[in-house]
């Protein structure tokens, strides 16, 4: 059994960062799809970011967090980060880990029909 428990949410003024953690137990990252989701009150969940997990570790973003989000993975600690800076109001959201196992990320990482795992998420709550 495969269980992805994320971490790091919180409250944090506009213009501030945040680091979410996304850890796999039961399970060791090797060549999968790790990506982070979020969904807002009334609104659908969205992809965020995607990393391969593999040795070229692409990575895709949506474009409202490039340049500003950036997922990164650690295989010696097994766990996958979103380092999101200058957040703004609109960031707030349940954020949720995802692995694609065995499949590398490609131009339809957002679609989470193609998701075998979710974590249970994390509040992100930007307000002033």
């Known amino acids: 059994q495969v269980l992805l428990v994320e971490s790091g949410g919180g409250s944090v003024q506009p213009g501030g960062s945040l680091k979410l953690s996304c850890t796999a137990s039961?399970?060791?990252?090797?060549?999968?799809?790790v990506s982070w989701f979020r969904q807002a009150p009334g609104k659908e969940r969205e992809g965020v970011a995607a990393r391969y997990t593999g040795n070229d570790g692409n990575i895709y973003y949506a474009d409202s967090v490039k340049d500003r989000f950036t997922i990164s993975y650690d295989n010696a600690k097994n766990t996958v980060y979103l380092q999101m800076n200058n957040l703004n109001t609109e960031d707030s959201a349940m954020y949720y880990c995802?692995?694609?196992?065995?499949?590398?990320?490609?131009?339809?990482?957002?679609?989470?029909?193609?998701?075998?795992?979710w974590g249970q998420g994390t509040l992100v709550n930007v307000s002033s």
């Open positions: 039961g399970y060791t990252f090797k060549t999968d799809c």
């Open positions: 995802a692995a694609d196992l065995r499949r590398r990320c490609g131009p339809r990482w957002f679609d989470d029909g193609l998701i075998d795992y």
